[in-house]
Every structure is written in structure tokens, then in C-alpha cells.
């Protein structure tokens, strides 16, 4: 490595391709630092991060450079502010090699609108989309009411059908989307067999890999064509950035990039850089996240009032050899259903929890509790339970505080059920 880009290790290209044998923790400290976007032309040396480019015009020589500008390719290239700076190029960048597979990645102001893109990218009137029925709740309202008015037909799926998916398809089916595991009932999809039998009908696969995080479940490796995190949760992992992202193969990432670019979407380049700077302890975080959040999980299923606690790696959780097979690990979100007790017995316990927010979203590192009820969301597969659920994120306070939270949670709930 010359002198010149020593402090720029993202320049070690060569790596990121097909022989890149630095592993995840490693990319994550490296990736998206290029030495234009960290030092300044003819002087050696160069920041560790890119900053905050903020730009709306960007100002030309003169006319014949403005038209060249427009000629060419405007990707990471500075033209105007809509087409991001090196700030936003960066975090960009560094998703991508996060993803061995991926050709580029888009960003988008939220999760939905990173959905919603990546969805429009691939359908046309007329085609059929297959669903995950344990899909997250806005992703559903997409199907229904933008995409159905547009002539695509969405058809739900059992989260657990696998390789049976191949039953489902019809001459129209365009695309398959798959959420692993879903964010309510926390089933964990067989990716590899529907992946299989997508690519032997020429059908695009897309995934909501919000939960895993590439670092956790690499999707494009599992051979996926889309891969879309809400970047929101958990690499920003602070709870104070809206942010999307689409990653895509080879084959896919033209049309993505053309639909972002046509509908107009961005991220800020302050939302941008928070979410470059999440993405640097993402490793560490979702390591501590995952160990107390199995804690917690398997002392909750040891709880008489706790009937059934949906965590991928318990082994009762539905798909959890699938988990096993295919994930690196497991993050902060599950969720448990109480023996009996109906709504109120439940606000009782989450109401005077001490340590958890009441709130949605998660991923940040301070632990949330949320009742759910997925039955609502459901259509091709009916959701049954003994009692009523609580989602739980497990934020980065001590498991110990947290258990002990819950211990008198599970106490209010047991005097309110009777
Ligand atoms: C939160 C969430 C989204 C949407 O992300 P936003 O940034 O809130 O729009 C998508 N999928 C899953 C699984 C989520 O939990």
C-alpha cells in the first residue's frame, strides 16, 4: 500500500472484490473511507472519516464543463445536491462492502421508503408479488394501497413455507419478498430454498434484513438480489436518525439506483454521517445486544407465566435450525406470550417497568417493550396464542437491572390476570 492512501483504507479495492478476505469487524472499521472523500487533493495524509459535505448547487468551471457534468454519469460524482456528496457516497459505500455480492447500494429517508423503492424497482403492472404474511405492518400497506391501485396483485405467503413457495408461483409472480426472521412472531424464513426456486423461474428475490444486519446474515451472499435494512434501528443504533438503504447484485443495483434517482429520494448528509458513525460499532453493539438479549430470553422461558418465548435462537422458536444453519448470530428484538391475562393484565406489567421505554422502533441502545398483536396483520396464515405478546428490545443496560425489571412485571401481570 503506498504512502498516499495509508490513511484511507477503503482504497484497498483490490480486497473488496472477489479476493476481499478481511473479515466483517474489519470492513466495518475500514469500509467507505476513500482518500478523495478524506484528504485534499495534492496533500498528503487525510482525516479518518469523511465529514459533512452539505450542498445543494454544485458550482462549474464553465458551460463546458457543466454539460459534461450532465453528459456523463452522475454516480458519486458531485452534479447536484439530490445526487449526494461523499458523505452520503460513503455510508453508501461501506453497506455495500458489508454485502459480498452487492454492486452499490441506494439510501433513502427512512426504512418504508427504502421498501417502497425497492419494490417499485422491480414490478410492473400486471405482476404478481409473493408476500411474507409476517411482514412488517407498513410494508403490507405499500401492497395495498400504492402497488394494488397500480395493477400489482400481492399475494401473502406461510413465512414457513420454504421450498413449497414453488406451489405459489403463476405465470405473473415478478418477485418474492422475504423478511427473516419477521419482527412480531420472529419466524425464520429458509432463504436458500426460496432463493433456489426464484432463480430457476427468472424471479426476484427481496429481502427486509432489518433484524440480522448483514453482519449477522450476509443476504446477497445467500444469494438474495435485494437486501434492504432500515438502517434507523440498528446501524444507527442511537435511536435519533431516520435512514433506509437497498443493496443490490450486479443485475439489479442499475434499476434501483435509476428508481431512487427518479423518485427523488436522498438522506441528508447529517443523517448520513450519524448513521456512518453507528455503522463503526455495529459489530460490538450487536455482540452485547445478542448476549443479553439471550439471556433474558431464556429466562423468560423458564417464567410459569411466560407460554412461549419467540427468540430465533431458543430451539422451539419456528425455523430456529434454519437460524442456525444460516445466521452468524442474533440480535436485540423478540417477543413472549403470557399465559392467559388479557390487555389490561399486560398494560400491568409493561406500564411500571422502570428500565424499558414504551415505544415503537428499536435497534438504539436503550431497551424498549411494546404489546403487539399479530393477528392483526395476518392473511394467508391465522396467529394463535396462549395469551396476549410484548415485544422486547434488549438495549445495552445491564441484563441483570432488566430481568429483575421484568421479575416484578410478571408479578403486576399475575396479580392483574387473578
Ligand atoms: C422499523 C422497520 C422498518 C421501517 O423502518 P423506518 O426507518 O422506521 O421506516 C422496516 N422493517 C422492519 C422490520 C422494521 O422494524
Not at 434492504?228 to 443490490?248: E, Q, R, W
Not at 435462537?313 to 406470550?337: N, Q, V
Not at 432488566?402 to 396479580?415: N, P, S, T, V
Request: glycine share 10%; hydrophobic share 40%.
Amino acid at each position: 500500500m503506498g504512502p498516499r492512501s495509508r490513511h484511507a483504507q477503503s482504497d484497498r479495492r483490490g480486497m473488496s472484490g472477489k479476493d476481499d478476505d478481511r473479515k466483517p469487524l474489519t470492513k466495518l472499521a475500514q469500509a467507505g473511507r476513500k482518500a478523495e472523500w478524506t484528504g485534499m487533493p495534492g496533500q498528503p495524509g487525510g482525516i479518518v472519516s469523511p465529514p459533512v459535505w452539505r450542498a445543494s448547487t454544485i458550482l462549474y468551471d464553465d458551460v463546458a464543463h457543466l454539460r459534461r457534468a450532465a453528459g456523463s454519469s452522475t454516480h458519486e460524482r458531485l452534479f447536484y445536491g439530490r445526487k449526494g456528496t461523499p458523505t452520503a457516497w460513503s455510508l453508501a459505500d461501506a453497506l455495500t462492502e458489508m454485502e459480498p455480492g452487492a454492486a452499490g447500494t441506494m439510501l433513502f429517508p427512512s426504512g418504508v421508503a427504502a421498501i417502497a423503492c425497492g419494490l417499485m424497482a422491480v414490478l410492473r403492472p400486471g405482476d404478481q408479488l409473493l408476500m411474507t404474511d409476517s411482514a412488517y405492518d407498513p410494508t403490507r400497506n405499500f401492497c395495498e394501497q400504492i402497488l394494488k391501485p397500480f395493477g400489482v396483485e400481492t399475494v401473502y405467503y406461510d413465512p414457513t413455507v420454504g421450498a413449497g413457495i414453488a406451489g405459489l408461483l403463476t405465470e405473473r409472480t415478478r418477485a418474492i419478498f422475504l423478511e427473516s426472521p419477521g419482527s412480531l412472531t420472529f419466524e425464520v424464513q429458509d432463504v436458500p430454498a426460496i432463493v433456489a426456486v426464484a432463480k430457476e423461474k427468472g424471479i426476484v428475490t427481496l429481502i427486509d434484513n432489518t433484524w440480522a444486519t448483514p453482519l449477522f446474515f450476509p443476504a446477497l451472499g445467500h444469494g438474495v438480489d435485494i437486501s434492504i435494512l432500515a438502517c434507523t434501528k440498528y446501524i444507527v443504533g442511537h435511536s435519533d436518525v431516520m435512514i433506509g438503504s437497498v443493496t443490490a447484485s450486479e443485475a439489479w443495483f442499475p434499476k434501483v439506483r435509476q428508481t431512487a434517482y427518479l423518485f427523488g429520494q436522498m438522506t441528508s448528509p447529517d443523517d448520513a454521517w450519524l448513521t456512518s458513525r453507528g455503522l463503526r460499532t455495529l459489530g460490538v453493539r450487536l455482540k452485547q445486544h445478542q448476549e443479553s438479549a439471550l439471556a433474558i430470553a431464556r429466562w423468560l422461558n423458564e417464567q410459569p407465566d411466560v407460554a412461549r418465548v419467540l427468540h430465533p435462537a431458543l430451539p422451539d422458536c419456528p425455523g430456529h435450525e434454519l437460524w442456525a444453519r444460516d445466521f452468524s448470530g442474533s440480535s436485540g428484538l423478540f417477543s413472549f406470550i403470557l399465559k392467559g391475562g388479557d390487555e389490561t393484565a399486560r398494560a400491568a406489567l409493561i406500564d411500571g417497568l422502570a428500565h424499558f421505554g414504551i415505544g415503537y422502533s428499536w435497534g438504539g441502545f436503550e431497551s424498549l417493550a411494546l404489546p403487539v398483536d399479530p393477528a392483526r396483520y395476518r392473511s394467508a396464515t391465522t396467529w394463535e396464542a396462549e395469551g396476549p405478546s410484548v415485544r422486547l428490545h434488549i438495549g445495552l443496560e445491564d441484563p441483570a437491572d432488566l430481568i429483575a425489571d421484568l421479575d416484578a412485571g410478571l408479578a403486576r401481570f399475575r396479580a392483574a390476570r387473578g
